[in-house]
Nanobody, 127 residues
């Protein structure tokens, strides 16, 4: 079983930046994971995909709401994924979750593509 732990959440002013990190441990990571992503859930809203990256091929995907502001990076050797969040907006406030799985498709925003999930880290952006 791959275990994911997020870090780097916190509070920021609008226009500021935060960097989230997610590290994996345990299980057969390279045999179980080729896709890592970030999801978020704001109070009263459904969880949504924010960004994802496929290992080895360099493909990255972003939700329209974060394109140009967020950057996902995947370090398979370190079994980690990062989310650099710039130009933060109050609407980015949410609990952010790291997710990992093995996928043959490109439906990165579908939660069913991910087998392993972290506990989440809170991001709060004030205006």
């Amino acid at each position: 079983q791959v275990h994911l732990v997020e870090s780097g959440g916190g509070s920021a002013q609008a226009g500021g930046s935060l960097r989230l990190a997610c590290t994996a441990s345990g299980g057969n990571f390279r045999g179980s994971v080729n896709l890592m992503g970030w999801f978020r859930q704001a109070p009263g809203q459904e969880r949504e995909g924010v960004a994802a990256a496929y290992a080895g091929v360099g493909y990255t995907f972003y939700a329209d709401s974060v394109k140009g502001r967020f950057t996902i990076s995947l370090d398979i050797d370190k079994e980690a994924v990062y989310l650099q969040m710039d130009d933060l907006k109050p609407e980015d406030t949410a609990m952010y979750y790291c997710a990992a799985g093995w996928s043959y498709g490109t439906n990165w925003a579908n939660e069913l593509e991910y087998r392993f999930w972290g506990q989440g880290t809170q991001v709060t952006v004030s205006s």
